[in-house]
């Protein structure tokens, strides 16, 4: 981290704050969730900790515009060709491995990812990114933060 911040110099990142790894699964959210709601989403994580890996998940691809807004903001796009839900489990679980990251947020509507849940929930926080209707019981009990979409802005 770097201490010292003149004109010419900003901080990127916090070293004290925890670390976050998002994998969003774009078709669950979608079409009520726009793609320039990330910029919205980074702010309100930037309370949480610091966003170091992110990842949108969608079996469509995406526009030119709509692949640099995605890159611009940090994320990158993996476009798979089916169970778009399998690649959203697989690529969380991979953060599990990375000793830097304290935090994996999902963005889903899947409550059927609670397996995935409950084995992230063993080892680091859990954040579920979704609507407010989508969220259940069970997904409310296991998380540890929540961030509701319906309220971003």
Known sequence: MI???????RIISDDEKDKIALVIDTPSLMPDFKLTDLEL???????????????????KQFTQNESDLINSQGFREEIVGSDVD?????NALEYLGNDSISIIGIGTS??????VFSRIKQDKKLLIISWKDDITS??????DYILYLDYLD
């Open 110 to 115: 899947n409550y059927d990812l609670f397996p």
């Open 86 to 90: 399998i690649h959203v489990s697989l």
């Open 3 to 9: 201490s010292r911040v003149g004109k010419a110099l």
């Open 138 to 143: 069970s997904m409310e009990s296991i998380a």
């Open 41 to 59: 989403l980074k702010k309100h994580l930037g309370d949480l900790g610091t966003i170091r890996a992110g990842k949108l998940i969608s079996d």
